[in-house]
């Protein structure tokens, strides 16, 4: 009985025959699937995103002229009396004198990350109490006046760009005082820039902090302006 080593050529050459006739269509499937999910698909979504939403597909960026001054979607840190202020952020940058530690550095958007902290943790339960107290203080509240929740507690990103309008509503008395504007003039900037809910229903009203403050620094500019030309 005759019987064919499987390990002479004519073996080998036998069991890789078959294999010669997948590499054709292994190929061209792969060139097929590389095409259409890294050129087609990409270069399509991107031209429709363009086309029907070309501010978001570009990052929402807010720009005073020439000049740009950040995203709609990214909020800034701002401590000065005459501005509203963002809700905490427990971001955090490398210390320039010593590489193995970080110094708290409020809404850096290159090190996006929340304090981690859990609803049973005593540091939690400490800062938020810390910070009720300078809430309060800073604007003028009551020792006993209920604070926002989202002004005591930092988002899980650190870079949440809105705040709530109660919590808008609790500094429109500081921010109006410190630049001596009228209330209702403030009222009506906050009220404009009220966002409310998504498709009405996801959600709760919100007020994007950055656009609040850059609204307030144009109208201030107009009333200096304003000032001048009478004088």
């Known amino acids: 009985m005759n019987t064919l080593d499987p390990t002479s050529a004519p073996a080998l050459a036998q ?13 061209r499937g792969a060139l097929f699937t590389l095409l259409v999910t890294g050129l087609a698909y ?19 960026l807010i720009r005073q002229g020439d000049a740009l001054v950040g995203s709609a979607l990214i909020g800034q840190w701002f401590s000065d009396a005459r501005y509203f202020h963002p809700r905490p952020s427990a971001t955090s940058a490398p210390d320039p004198q010593d590489a193995g530690r970080t110094l708290p550095t409020p809404y850096n958007a290159a090190a996006s990350a929340g304090s981690n902290l859990g609803p049973t943790s005593q540091a939690l339960i400490d800062t938020v109490r810390q910070r009720a107290a300078d809430y309060r203080q800073a604007n003028g509240l009551p020792a006993d006046a209920p604070v926002p929740v989202d002004a005591v507690t930092a988002s899980a990103s650190g870079l949440d760009p809105h705040i709530s309008v109660a919590n808008a509503q609790a500094q429109l008395a500081r921010v109006a005082r410190a630049r001596g504007l009228p209330p209702g003039q403030v009222q009506g900037l906050l009220a ?23 609204a307030l620094n144009t109208v201030q500019t107009r009333a200096s302006q304003a000032q001048s030309a009478i004088k």
């Open 192 to 214: 404009a820039h009220t966002e409310g809910r998504v498709f009405g229903l996801l959600g709760e009203p919100r007020v994007n902090v950055l656009q609040l403050n850059l």
């Open 42 to 60: 990409p270069l399509a979504t991107t031209g429709v995103a363009q086309w029907l939403l070309p501010g978001p597909a570009n990052g929402s």
């Open 15 to 27: 069991a890789a025959a078959p294999l010669k006739g997948l590499l054709g269509p292994c190929v």
